[in-house]
């Protein structure tokens, strides 16, 4: 039924074409596309960079990984097909370098890491427009990653967190404010959260943040009250030529 809601929807169309799950027919079928194809459309043919951390699910990697050479990087050829002008880089701790191709450039490293992040910025130079952090879902992993490439987002840049509901708990840091609860708070620092940030950090983002918008998942793997506010847009301050108003 979900993979019905959107018929018309290109984005969904290619989503589910290429096996990804931020469709709605394929393993956890998030159904994120819908809130993407609406978010980017003004940038449909602008000659905007995207960073995606996260590039093979984890299922695949762990139970078919001989599906991987067919399969490629899902979610970054559905981005070559909708963003037909973008920069498009992808990274994921694994090394699925040898995924990249002349639109789709693959690099290798860890988003806990914030000396590799900071490296891999500098290396592709520039600031992103469009960051989406798919990757390990660990709590302290997605806040490092926000913190460090933050400063690497274009004024009036959107930086996407998804599966905010789910976090892996072998790699989770007991203590760790989840990041959902995280980016709820934001604006005033509960008492008793403890973040993965320092106080530059924290005082960086907080100067910086324009908006925060949360999104629902429409997966059927978890009841409606886990996936709420499952999807995290960040908006930075600041004038965007194309995502102005978005």
Known sequence: MASELWPNDELTQLANRYFS???????CAHGYTRVYSALFSPVRTASVRLLEIGLVHGQVQAMNPQDIPNLGCPSLRMWADFLPNADIHGMDIVDFTHLSTDR????QADQGDRQALESLA???GGRFDIIIDDGSHASHQQ????????KHLADGGLYVIEDLHFQ????????????????????????????ALDQAEFAYLISQIHSIRFFDSISSRWPLSATADALAVIQKKGTHPFLAGI
């Open 104 to 107: 789709l450039k693959v690099w």
């Open 168 to 195: 892996p708990g072998e790699l989770e840091i007991q203590g760790i404010t989840k990041t959902r609860d995280f980016l709820h708070g934001l604006g005033g620092r509960h008492r008793g959260m403890r973040i």
């Open 143 to 150: 806040q490092i990653s926000l913190s460090t490439l933050f």
């Open 122 to 124: 500098k290396t592709i």
């Open 21 to 27: 799950d931020k469709g709605t027919s394929y393993n």
